[in-house]
């Protein structure tokens, strides 16, 4: 008997290799009869399971377990009311991505092991697991358990094959260089901590790790980062000491009830989405933020001394890495400067930093693309980190959460009836009143009704900026250079999910990552007022 014929695009073969369950005749009399709208959720449902074969296929060489070169005798760590809500959220994935090392895999796998080993001496939370006690308070106890390390064969993909196109979506193959697939912290209970996946490519390496929301922020993560680098290059005595202390206010009484099992996370994985890195060179950035400013405001180093305040302000919430020694923080440059010259200063006008204008850029971008009513109410979600903003300040280097996200609202219609240097006020307004007091109201208000960070996009009209462009993503040399790119596994991904990074380049470059729905992304790349920003270097 012969058999139907298969469509041009020869989708059927390889649907039937992915559900064999499917007769071939009845799959192709669906496709042939099928309306396009049918075709074309064929083809999501092929990229899903694709995707999930991709960051399934690499073949593992090996895995083991690194314990830490000492005993910890850290005492179990209470989790916060920053630490706690995160336990819905996945697992964080961050890797660099390098070229070959001057030297045999074999012996970069034995390095890695080694440093990682030294480098969870400084860090014996990663080594540890959750524990609940019967109160209902959750621990990271620090019992050297250790973490997963897991050696992975991608020799058929090269270091090409990550970095994708320009202007194209990020490849599917990124996924495969995690571990911890979509694992809710929760489990952290059942699983180590973290989690380090070495990918051998064709013409490179990537190392990924995966660690804990609920243990660890993005400062806190890239502190760890820059330390194993350190160690895996020789250095002696870490830069960066991270703080383990307990006793500031977001440490809580009150207990967070979770549901039998843990919690889930409160998206969908499922929904189709696009994934690209827009790149934004410095100046692009300049040239955007001079725009929203109306070139009316001296920058700092101009000749006439003036202060970009809002830009400094910018650079200390995420900067505390870069001044560990706490000599002179951005803070107190600042106050040293506007001392001088505020005799001189009449009717300042409010500065938008060079974030800030990126992000009304992005916000009015992506809102546009929507489609939405004018009365639609939108929101734009900043996570900000905590750490100088309370008073008492956290130490530059407490380790643990400490952010909060800042939502900021305005309907549709004023995103795009009104200009931009309006949406980045918003936005400007919001995080500039984030201080000690609201920190603290932010906990109050978590204290009266404990609960799980909502992540998501519930009404189809959110955006949430995560991660920092200044994060010190790129001072991660592990002995032969520093990374060609810097990546992110699947982990927390929905529609409206952006996350910056420092462009490679440095110098005020940014790099933002970002997810949407695949309607919306084509909106995004087809709007000019956007698009006129994007850099391709």
Request: charged share 20%; with cysteine.
């Amino acid at each position: 008997m012969n058999e139907p014929p298969f469509p041009p695009f020869s989708l059927s073969p390889l649907l039937l290799y992915i559900y064999p369950s499917l007769s071939l005749q009845s799959l192709t009399l669906s496709l042939l009869t099928s309306s396009h709208s049918l075709i074309a959720r064929s083809i999501t449902v092929l990229q899903s399971s694709l995707t999930k074969m991709v960051s399934q296929s690499l073949p593992l060489v090996s895995k083991s377990t690194v314990f830490p070169d000492q005993k910890s005798c850290l005492p179990d760590l209470k989790l916060s009311v920053s630490d706690l809500p995160m336990l819905s959220c996945h697992y964080i994935q961050k890797g660099g991505l390098f070229t070959k090392p001057p030297f045999p895999v074999l012996e970069l796998i034995s390095l890695l092991k080694i440093s990682l080993s030294q480098t969870l001496v400084h860090f014996p939370p990663l080594a540890g697991r959750l524990t609940t006690d019967d109160d209902g308070y959750v621990y990271i106890t620090c019992n050297d358990a250790g973490v997963e390390f897991i050696h992975a064969n991608g020799s058929h993909i090269c270091v090409s094959d990550l970095l994708g196109s320009i202007d194209g979506d990020v490849p599917e193959a990124v996924k495969g260089c995690f571990a911890f697939d979509q694992t809710v912290s929760y489990q952290g209970h059942f699983r180590p901590i973290l989690a380090v996946q070495v990918t051998e490519l064709a013409d490179g390496v990537f190392i990924g790790c995966a660690v804990n929301h609920a243990v660890t922020d993005g400062t806190s993560f890239w502190n760890f980062f820059n330390t194993f680098a350190e160690l895996s290059r020789g250095v002696k005595r870490i830069s960066r000491t991270p703080d383990f202390s307990r006793d500031s206010i977001l440490i809580s009484p009150a207990v967070l009830r979770l549901p039998e099992g843990g919690p889930k996370v409160t998206f969908s994985g499922d929904a189709p989405v696009r994934e690209r890195i827009f790149r934004f060179s410095r100046e692009s950035i300049l040239k955007l933020k001079a725009r929203v400013n109306y070139n009316n405001t001296p920058k700092c180093g101009d000749r006439d001394g003036g202060i970009d305040a809002a830009e400094l302000m910018g650079k200390q919430s995420n900067d505390t890495l870069k001044f560990p020694d706490r000599k002179l923080t951005p803070l107190a440059w600042l106050r040293n400067a506007v001392s001088t010259r505020e005799a001189n200063v009449t009717n300042p006008t409010v500065e938008i930093s060079s974030f800030q204008s990126l992000s009304a850029l992005l916000w009015r971008g992506i809102t546009r693309a929507r489609k939405l009513p004018a009365s639609k109410t939108t929101t734009f979600r900043m996570a900000v980190n905590c750490r100088h903003r309370l008073e008492p300040k956290l130490d530059p280097l407490y380790f643990g959460n400490a952010i909060q996200s800042i939502p900021t609202y305005a309907s549709a219609g004023d995103v795009l009836g009104k200009d931009l240097r309006w949406c980045a006020e918003q936005l400007n307004t919001n995080v500039m009143a984030h201080g000690s007091s609201t920190v603290r109201k932010y906990i109050e208000d978590w204290e009266r009704d404990p609960r799980c960070f909502p992540l998501g996009n519930f009404d189809g009209a959110m955006i949430t900026m995560g991660s920092s462009p200044r994060f010190p993503m790129y001072d991660n040399d592990f002995g032969w250079g520093r990374p060609v790119s810097v990546r992110s596994g699947r982990a927390n991904k929905f529609d409206g999910k952006i996350s910056a990074f420092p462009g490679r380049e440095g110098g005020g470059c940014v790099d933002l990552e970002v997810i949407l729905a695949p309607e919306t992304m084509a909106g995004l790349e087809s709007d000019p007022e956007f698009m006129q920003y994007v850099s391709v270097y």
